[in-house]
């Protein structure tokens, strides 16, 4: 018998070994599905939240915009800077713990200030989830296999948008609810008490991961090891996956804001409920179709797996989801979105493995939460206001189906073109 290569020995994980890393995963995955419905809960409670505070528009639009997204955006690189430099598990434990508190304040405060300021700690604790959640992954598998588990766990935001969805339905209404062990509340009240406790209970669960507790020479070398040369080294790469996800992230939150809204003024209230539960399934389901793709592309030494999958997607997905959008019937709108959600909703997973495989260990916090902070600038700064401004350039709100579609179509050709120079470019190159 041939001697066992490297790489085989590598990918060999014992089926205790695999039990244990898998079931790290699922916790992570368990932590962002109750971030996400955390922070969409403003959005899905606003009319009891409204009625509560007496809100105006503009307080509103503090609640739902600069509340959270600004913070978000802006905290995520020093997030994964502290947890990069004292342990990844530690970092990911208080965080947890920090917004479970807030959001148990934000069912608390009694006044619009205190909501605002408690949506800003939220957002600033949840910033340091996903670059931590993404090293610590990417510590547990080898860079071949890593695409799986990171879109499995990226599955968790199209889970979480369900699950806040189903939650706006039964609370998003104006009246009391009785809660165990605490009473009579607000329907609105009971949605973030709720994900407060479900944090407050799994996160001491944080200390059993595999792969965080980094060991004081580990933490030694993280802060040896410099974030500037490593970016010089890769400039090129790294815009060029900056600039492919980015794009992606627009359409991907494009779809995820202004569906619900066009399927509204298009087909009624009736075309909600399979919009959320086929699109949350698929989305679910793309995470295994997606991935495994990209990890068996991996496998077979594709150096560009990562961008080849997301070409893949993009040329079949997005021209299938303008269609529906141009569509005058319910059913095939649904059943684009949820074919588009199946493909295109998991790509986070795999464009983060992108930016781990030739990221150092040390600096993986660090340069997953650059990534997070580019993607998710473009995606809520671009994304919403340029389909809403192309609506209104097509003539209104009955046009938003022809500006989504627009959108889609040209964000396909320069997925597509992006991708191809990626693949062109020498890996490495910098500047």
Same mark, same amino acid.
């Given at each position: 018998?041939g001697?066992?290569s490297?790489?085989?020995?590598?990918?060999?994980?014992?089926?205790?070994?695999?039990l244990t890393?898998?079931?790290a995963?699922?916790?992570?995955?368990?932590?962002?599905?109750?971030a996400?419905?955390d922070?969409?809960?403003v959005?899905?409670?606003?009319?009891p939240i409204k009625?509560a505070?007496?809100?105006t528009d503009f307080?509103?639009?503090?609640?739902? /915009?600069?509340?959270f997204?600004i913070?978000?955006?802006?905290m995520?690189?020093?997030? /994964?800077?502290?947890a990069?430099r004292?342990g990844?598990r530690l970092?990911l434990?208080v965080?947890?713990?920090?917004?479970?508190?807030?959001?148990l304040?934000s069912?608390?405060?009694t006044?619009v200030a205190?909501?605002i300021v408690?949506?800003?700690?939220?957002?600033i604790?949840?910033?340091a989830l996903?670059?931590a959640?993404?090293?610590l992954?990417?510590?547990?598998f =080898?860079?071949r296999?890593a695409?799986f588990p990171?879109a499995?766990?990226?599955t968790?935001?199209s889970? $979480?948008?369900g699950l806040a969805?189903?939650?706006?339905g039964h609370? $998003?209404v104006?009246g009391t609810v009785?809660?165990p062990?605490i009473?009579?509340l607000h329907r609105?009240?009971? $949605?973030f008490?709720?994900?407060a406790?479900i944090g407050l209970?799994?996160?001491?669960? +944080?200390?059993?991961?595999?792969?965080?507790?980094q060991s004081s020479?580990?933490?030694a070398?993280a802060?040896r090891?410099?974030?500037?040369?490593?970016?010089a080294?890769?400039?090129?790469r790294?815009v060029g %996956?900056?600039?492919l996800?980015g794009?992606?992230?627009?359409v991907g939150v !494009?779809?995820?804001?202004? !569906?619900a =809204?066009h399927?509204?003024r298009?087909?009624g209230?009736s075309?909600a409920?399979?919009m959320a539960i086929?699109?949350?399934?698929a989305?679910?389901?793309?995470?295994f179709v997606?991935?495994?793709?990209?990890?068996?592309l991996r496998q077979?030494g594709?150096a560009n797996a990562?961008v %080849?999958?997301?070409?893949?997607?993009?040329v079949?997905?997005?021209?299938?989801?303008?269609l529906?959008?141009?569509?005058s019937?319910?059913a095939i709108?649904?059943?684009?979105f949820?074919?588009t959600?199946l493909?295109?909703?998991p790509?986070? @997973?795999?464009?983060?493995?992108a930016f781990?495989?030739?990221?150092p260990?040390?600096l993986?916090a660090?340069?997953?939460?650059i990534?997070?902070t580019?993607?998710?600038m473009?995606?809520?700064?671009? /994304?919403? =206001?340029?389909?809403g401004?192309?609506?209104?350039g097509?003539g $209104?709100?009955?046009?938003?189906g022809?500006?989504?579609a627009t959108?889609?179509?040209?964000a396909c +050709?320069?997925?597509?073109?992006?991708?191809? +120079?990626?693949m062109?470019?020498?890996p490495?190159s @910098?500047?």
């Amino acid at each position: 018998m041939g001697q066992e290569s490297p790489a085989a020995a590598e990918d060999r994980e014992s089926p205790a070994r695999l039990l244990t890393i898998w079931a790290a995963v699922a916790l992570l995955f368990a932590l962002y599905v109750v971030a996400v419905v955390d922070r969409l809960l403003v959005s899905v409670l606003l009319t009891p939240i409204k009625a509560a505070f007496t809100l105006t528009d503009f307080s509103a639009g503090l609640l739902l /915009g600069p509340a959270f997204g600004i913070f978000y955006g802006v905290m995520a690189f020093p997030m /994964g800077w502290i947890a990069d430099r004292f342990g990844r598990r530690l970092v990911l434990f208080v965080a947890v713990a920090i917004w479970s508190l807030a959001s148990l304040a934000s069912a608390l405060v009694t006044t619009v200030a205190g909501l605002i300021v408690a949506r800003c700690v939220v957002a600033i604790a949840e910033a340091a989830l996903s670059p931590a959640a993404f090293a610590l992954i990417g510590a547990m598998f =080898p860079p071949r296999k890593a695409a799986f588990p990171m879109a499995v766990y990226a599955t968790g935001s199209s889970l $979480g948008f369900g699950l806040a969805l189903l939650m706006g339905g039964h609370l $998003g209404v104006i009246g009391t609810v009785e809660v165990p062990l605490i009473g009579i509340l607000h329907r609105w009240q009971a $949605g973030f008490i709720s994900t407060a406790v479900i944090g407050l209970v799994i996160s001491p669960l +944080i200390f059993l991961l595999p792969g965080g507790g980094q060991s004081s020479e580990q933490l030694a070398e993280a802060r040896r090891v410099k974030l500037k040369p490593f970016l010089a080294q890769n400039l090129r790469r790294i815009v060029g %996956l900056l600039v492919l996800f980015g794009i992606m992230a627009i359409v991907g939150v !494009s779809l995820q804001l202004w !569906s619900a =809204p066009h399927a509204q003024r298009m087909f009624g209230a009736s075309a909600a409920a399979p919009m959320a539960i086929m699109g949350t399934v698929a989305a679910v389901a793309g995470s295994f179709v997606t991935g495994r793709g990209a990890v068996l592309l991996r496998q077979r030494g594709s150096a560009n797996a990562y961008v %080849l999958i997301s070409l893949f997607v993009t040329v079949l997905a997005l021209p299938v989801s303008a269609l529906g959008f141009l569509s005058s019937s319910q059913a095939i709108f649904v059943g684009t979105f949820a074919f588009t959600m199946l493909l295109f909703a998991p790509f986070i @997973g795999y464009a983060a493995a992108a930016f781990n495989e030739f990221t150092p260990e040390p600096l993986r916090a660090r340069v997953g939460a650059i990534f997070f902070t580019m993607i998710a600038m473009a995606g809520s700064v671009v /994304g919403p =206001p340029l389909v809403g401004a192309l609506s209104e350039g097509f003539g $209104g709100a009955q046009h938003l189906g022809e500006a989504m579609a627009t959108v889609n179509v040209v964000a396909c +050709i320069l997925i597509a073109a992006t991708a191809l +120079i990626i693949m062109r470019a020498k890996p490495g190159s @910098g500047t």
